[in-house]
């Protein structure tokens, strides 16, 4: 039956058909639907003959709706009625026909038939064990000799249950049928044989979900099998070579147009004289649903439909079937050349068929011309004035020919030749002018015209086709002229007198020197073309040494970076940096170490790029002598390119090394030109590094290279364990893993889902960076604008009403005003997108903009990388609790949200571009503070102008805390501070380290810095762990370990260095101050401060260091009267109240000095 193009597309392949199906079945809740459920399954047959999944699931539920109305209580969902009807409709004879039927189509899949053959003789069995008649017996007895004589991978055991039921219900005759059968199943047992090493690769593939092996296996077994059904006599062979593709069709090559065309090409040449060519109509039928796209195919089924003498009408509507679908011009004209080409010639032989009548001619003149339009015109569509038609012209032809023999019109048959030798898409072809000679000589003998300039008595010339031959000769820019020149001779030999052969030759001489000399000018430009490609090739390879060479000696040479614009940064932005980094860096310098610049996304290079593919440039070296040295295999492979890394693994007998190259190139030519060579004595086996190597992620996080190779060690043997480097994100928790083998590999790879300490499911897949998953949500797509400074009294709505003019606005998070009772103070807010585009306008538009009685500062919210773990223990004795004076200035809480909306993010998770946040001043973790160098003095520094706007319009301070007493020198001396540390190790593997010394109660993990600063839970255990730990070998390295002074020299040291875990070499962090109220619980606070330099008050004492230190600078914000801001003179104690104020005050070093500055600024 011809294809409907007017018809909506039905499903195509199994797995389509079955969700399809599934879908209706899920809604067949009365007997007509379960009905049209049924009709579906028929369809689907006819649509994938063959199809197992199908035929089974066709079964199934035909023997459930059977099952169902035959059940002495049907279910709730059948009425009377219905059991009564389904009772006729799926009786126990329909339904046992079914499973024959479904057996019958897919008998001789050799390796998964007995799928659906056990479920069928379990029905069958249940019925015999509810009736036990002799006929059931008989019945099933002789399914089971059936079977076994039919070639199956399972033969063994359905033997094996065939003795069983003998044993039951036939035990005295079982000696005598089982020798009979085991007699005639010798032929069956031997075509297992031969196709065993297909059919278990085959099921390894598919169980391995490898597809790519899975289609080259059945690639193999299919040529196999066309080959043995051409030598075997059986009659079984060509049955079985159709069952095999009726098996690799409704599944893994259900859409591969060139395995349909080997199918459609093995069933027309093994057609019988007896059999109709109108078999060949269904399998094309098929064939064209499943890849529309294939022309070839479209060209067989018109021609098919042609030979079996299908009427005018059902041919056209296959070829409309064609055109009216798109896919038929996927990959350009190719296809619907192919298709017009089958279509154009039935036109032609059906309108000059001698018996044709006046009506096929008529559609012949009109249906060829309108092919010729209308490929012209999808051609000019689609490629535009580049197109120029088909290269091999084919539709011409056969329009010419037509035009010829059928209509007379030499004329007009003419013009299209001449039309078509004006394009240089043909003129320049030798093939062109050789059709064109050919028709001419051939009108010649048919027209008998005498010559036209021949006198009389003088025997006819083909002068016309002379003058072709005479054009193709003289064109310069033919692509075969000796081949034309040598026909053009020739012809003239033959048909011409002297004279004009004596013109010919002498023209042709002239024609050969011009042709030899084109071909001296091609050859040289060939030469030419070789080598300036040999060269630049050879100019791109020492440009590549050359920059990396320029790189290694950067990195060695590095200095500070400079900021992420590359311009000079101002003072307000270097603040909380070490004087020497307010040098203007080098340009050439990178800007990813800088603390505040945005650091490259995971899974990109600092470029933008994508990550190196370690995978696919990596080669595994195996049978290595094991005395093998890195410098040995180094110089043997010089000549494959530069190597990146190399992993040696040394043996008793043999050494292993997975070497990675710089270029996928380079690997693959090392193992085309290395493998199986000697290296030494030893012959060494060098195959691709791919599907070796893991990634592995969401273990337990205190996992290390230990419990990583325990974890893995049933799998096979590990080469190596890469950990990802925590310097500019301390979340990350993954690894990669390259086994020895693949089969270690895929066997790892199973242990994906298996949970880990009764919380973790461990995941595990191959390693490929270009499956990289991209981040999303509002930040990592630039979705998300951060507002601050915003007035009081504005509301999510009145937000949404200014910012919805520039897109549609998500969510808006605001954090609530300092004052909402007195309507003054300011508040932020997040504000995201649908669209980045729209953030931006946003951000371009509104920053630096007047709303009410304020200016916004608006910028983008982007992620900022996590470059500090800070982990507390609730279980120290002290209960994880900080001093007061770090529990008030932390300023890790994210404030509060406003009703229903959404909490901002955090500051140290979240930086705003191009205008920092203006939420108000963080106050730094005491921590921090305490951390810096005391001998380094604090330069003043003069207020910004964001800072003296906020002083301006921020309002009195609320009443702090009373003073409370602690001694912060206690504090410091339960701190001790683990450097050296390498940085691919997490914070909780450093906290397993310290714990194994005592009771600690907090980690700070700085993995830029290499070092961690532990506070235990006294100072005794503190002391144990500078003593315990330092010289320490740790993860492959040796610990040091220090107070904070050392840990300030270990860190100038290495900056010096320029070496050491940070490049940037910052001494301090840029801070950030937070004031948070309290006493009244109003959270009123300070607004758009400009971040300013902090730095540590010198403790009180009597003389000795820090006596004359000199206070803090920056700006100064009134915070009224308290008793803290006064008083205490030069040498008195200052309590924790005393601190506090300093920070906030950016008081002195005495009380009167900061008195004075403070009562300034207010007045200010």
């Given amino acids: ?483 034309a020149i040598g026909v053009y001779l020739q012809h003239c030999n033959d048909y011409d007198p002297p004279h004009m052969i004596r013109r010919a030759r002498d023209n042709i001489h002239k024609i050969r020197i011009v042709v030899a000399k084109r071909r001296e000018r091609e050859a040289a430009e060939a030469a030419e073309a070789y080598a300036y490609q040999a060269q630049a090739q050879a100019e791109a390879e020492a440009s590549t040494a050359k920059a990396e060479a320029a790189a290694a000696a950067a990195a060695e040479t590095h200095a500070a970076p400079e900021s992420p614009s590359g311009t000079k940064r101002k003072r307000a932005d270097t603040q909380g940096e070490d004087e020497t980094a307010s040098k203007r860096p080098r340009a050439s310098e990178d800007t990813s170490e800088v603390p505040d610049a945005p650091k490259p996304k995971n899974g990109e290079t600092d470029e933008g790029g994508p990550k190196r593919d370690r995978e696919h440039t990596s080669v595994l070296i195996t049978n290595l002598p094991a005395d093998v040295t890195q410098t040995a295999i180094k110089k043997y492979l010089k000549d494959f390119g530069h190597i990146q890394n190399m992993t040696l693994v040394k043996g008793p007998e043999s050494s292993t090394a997975l070497i990675e190259f710089e270029d996928i190139g380079d690997a693959e030519d090392c193992v085309k030109f290395r493998d199986n060579k000697y290296f030494g004595e030893s012959q060494i086996r060098v195959e691709s590094g791919a599907g070796l190597t893991l990634f592995v992620t969401n273990y337990p996080p205190t996992a290390n290279e230990e419990y990583m190779r325990n974890l893995f060690k049933d799998c096979g043997d590990i080469l190596s364990i890469r950990w990802p480097s925590l310097k500019y994100n301390t979340r990350r928790r993954f690894c990669y893993i390259s086994f020895r083998d693949r089969e270690a590999a895929a066997k790892a790879t199973r242990m994906a889902g298996k949970t880990l300490e009764g919380k973790f499911r461990l995941e595990v897949k191959y390693s490929d960076p270009s499956r990289r998953k991209k981040r999303e949500g509002a930040l990592s797509e630039r979705r998300e604008v951060y507002v601050s400074n915003l007035d009081g009294t504005l509301r999510e709505g009145d937000l949404r009403d200014v910012f919805g003019k520039y897109g549609p606005v998500v969510r808006v998070s605001m954090v609530d005003s300092r004052d909402k009772e007195k309507g003054g103070g300011f508040s ?205 070998v740790w993860e492959g390295v040796e610990l040091t370990t220090g107070g904070m002074e050392d840990l300030a020299k270990y860190m100038g040291r290495t900056q010096a260095e320029g070496k050491g875990h940070d490049k940037g070499g910052k001494g301090k962090e840029r801070l950030e101050v937070k004031v948070k109220g309290k006493g009244n619980g109003n959270g009123n606070g300070l607004g758009g401060l400009a971040p300013v330099n902090v730095r540590r008050p010198v403790l009180g004492g009597k003389g000795g260091r820090g006596a004359a230190k000199r206070g803090l600078g920056g700006p100064v914000v009134r915070a009224g009267p308290h008793p803290s801001s006064g008083g205490g003179g030069e040498g008195g104690k200052k309590s924790n109240a005393d601190f506090k104020a300093m920070f906030l005050g950016g008081g002195a070093a005495s009380a009167k000095e900061g008195g004075k500055n403070g009562g300034e600024n207010g007045d200010a």
């Fill in 1 to 483: 039956m011809p294809v409907d193009g007017n018809d909506p597309s039905p499903p195509v392949g199994e797995d389509n058909w079955l969700a399809y199906i599934d879908e209706a079945r899920r809604t067949a809740d009365d007997l007509e639907k379960r009905v049209g459920v049924i009709e579906l399954y028929k369809q689907a047959i006819n649509a994938e003959p063959g199809s197992l999944k199908i035929w089974l699931a066709y079964c199934e539920y035909f023997h459930s709706l059977y099952v169902a109305c035959q059940a002495p209580e049907p279910p709730p969902s059948w009425t009377a009625d219905e059991v009564l009807m389904g009772r006729e409709i799926f009786s126990l004879h329909q339904d046992l026909d079914l499973w024959q039927s479904a057996y019958e189509d897919i008998r001789l899949r050799i390796g998964d038939s007995h799928i659906l053959w056990d479920r069928w003789v379990e029905v069958e069995m249940e019925q015999l064990r509810r009736t036990q008649t002799r006929e059931g017996i008989e019945r099933i007895t002789l399914l089971y000799r059936d079977r076994l004589r039919t070639p199956h991978i399972t033969w063994d055991e359905t033997s094996q249950r065939f003795s069983s039921f003998l044993s039951e219900y036939n035990k005295d005759n079982w000696e005598t049928v089982m020798k009979e059968v085991t007699q005639n199943a010798q032929e069956a047992k031997a075509v297992v044989d031969a196709r065993q090493r297909f059919e278990f690769p085959l099921q390894k593939a598919a169980r391995e979900g490898n597809v790519e092996e899975e289609r080259r296996i059945m690639r193999e077994y299919l040529t196999f099998e066309i080959a043995r059904s051409k030598k075997e006599e059986s009659s079984s062979a060509v049955p079985r070579c159709r069952s095999l593709f009726s098996r690799a069709l409704a599944g893994i090559f259900a859409q591969d147009d060139s395995v349909w065309l080997d199918f459609i090409a093995y069933l027309s040449s093994n057609l019988s004289p007896t059999q109709p060519v109108s078999n060949l109509l269904s399998p094309l039928q098929k064939a064209v649903a499943h890849c529309p796209w294939s022309g070839p195919l479209w060209s067989r089924y018109i021609l098919a439909a042609e030979e079996a003498a299908l009427s005018f009408d059902d041919i056209e509507q296959v070829k409309h079937a064609a055109t009216n679908n798109s896919q038929l011009y996927r990959d350009g004209l190719a296809s619907l050349l192919d298709m017009y080409v089958a279509w154009c010639g039935y036109l032609k032989r059906f309108a000059m068929n001698p018996n044709a009548s006046e009506e096929a001619v008529d559609v012949a003149d009109v249906g060829l011309p309108a092919a010729l339009e209308s490929v012209e015109v999808l051609g000019s569509r689609l490629y535009g004035s580049e197109f120029q038609g088909d290269p091999d012209f084919r539709l011409e032809r056969i329009y010419i020919q037509y035009l010829t023999e059928k209509k007379g019109d030499i004329e007009g048959a003419r013009a299209r030749w001449e039309l078509l030798a004006r394009k240089p898409l043909y003129a320049d072809k030798y093939d062109f002018w050789r059709a064109y000679y050919l028709w001419e000589m051939q009108i010649f003998y048919m027209t008998g015209q005498p010559s036209a300039s021949g006198k009389s008595g003088t025997a006819a010339s083909p002068d016309k086709a002379t003058a072709v031959l005479a054009n193709a000769v003289y064109r310069k820019t033919l692509d075969w002229p000796e081949r």
């Fill in 828 to 1032: 932020n807010a997040f504000v995201e997108f649908e669209k980045p585009v729209h953030a931006a306008e946003a951000v371009a538009e509104l920053n630096n903009t007047k709303l009410r009685s304020r200016v916004l500062s608006v910028g983008l919210a982007l992620p900022r990388a996590k470059v500090v773990a800070k982990v507390v223990n609730p279980d120290a004795p002290s209960g994880g609790k900080q001093p007061p004076s770090a529990a008030a200035g932390e300023g890790e809480g994210v404030p509060p949200p406003k009703a229903g909306g959404a909490p901002s993010p955090p500051p140290g998770d979240v930086y705003v571009s191009p205008i920092p946040p203006a939420a108000g001043v963080h106050l730094p973790p005491i921590d921090a503070v305490l951390a810096q160098p005391e001998e380094e003095p604090m330069p003043d520094v003069e207020p910004g102008p964001a800072a003296v706007m906020a002083q301006q319009e921020v309002g009195p301070m609320p009443a702090l805390s009373p003073p409370t007493t602690y001694d912060h020198s206690a504090e410091i001396r339960k701190k001790v501070a683990i450097m050296n540390l390498p940085d691919t190790v997490n914070d909780s593997r450093v906290m397993e380290l310290a714990k194994t010394i005592g009771g600690v109660e907090k980690l700070v993990l700085q993995p830029r810095k290499g070092s961690a600063v532990v506070t235990f839970v006294d100072e005794a255990t503190a002391g144990r762990a500078m003593l315990g730990l330092n010289g320490r």
